[in-house]
């Protein structure tokens, strides 16, 4: 009895210390939740894309690449300009800016378009298609929440089963086993 409850304690200790899956398929593509943003907006449904999840069209009849929006999320963009691209930001480098209010920003060029929203550490931006109204983009950025664990697990890769070493097959053991 003492064995079955010294076993049954240590798997309880093993469960503890697993990181869940969220956590683990982050740590897989080097990335933090707080670089995955989502957003919601009337006659458009999520999709998700590798790292991003784009808009779409709920009419179907809709052809979904001219419509479609990204959405992005940057972490530890310092604060300052609000016309301030991010870095990687290629798109639109040399289109005109406009700051709507402190922390929100326009950017029209000729074949896109995208709003820049920071949000604490964070800065979000949204890019569009031309098709897409400035309206729909704006709502889109300002609506723009971090992704729930569900959203992550839809849009983050699997972990990798073959990689895993014998401590973290007895950890999800012992997972399976206490709970």
Known sequence: MLTLAAA?????????????????????????????????????????????WYLE??????????RAVSVYAYVDVPAGDDCAR????????????????????YVAGQDW?????????????VLGTRAVDRGILRAATLSARPATDDELLTMLPPEPRHHRSFMALLKGFARSVVG
């Not at 798109?91 to 402190?102: G, Q």
Request: one cysteine or more.
């Open 8 to 52: 049954y304690g240590l798997l309880t200790v093993l469960a503890a210390t697993t990181p869940d899956e969220v956590e683990s398929r982050l740590a897989a593509v080097h990335a933090t939740r707080n670089q995955y943003f989502v957003t919601q907006v009337d006659g458009l449904h999520p999709a998700p894309g590798l790292n991003l």
């Open 57 to 66: 069209p709920d009419d179907p009849a809709a052809p979904p690449s001219p």
């Open 86 to 105: 991010a870095t990687g930001d290629t798109d639109l480098r040399d289109a005109p800016c406009t700051v709507e209010r402190p922390g929100l920003a």
């Open 113 to 125: 378009h995208e709003y820049y929203y920071r949000r604490g550490p964070v800065l979000v931006r």
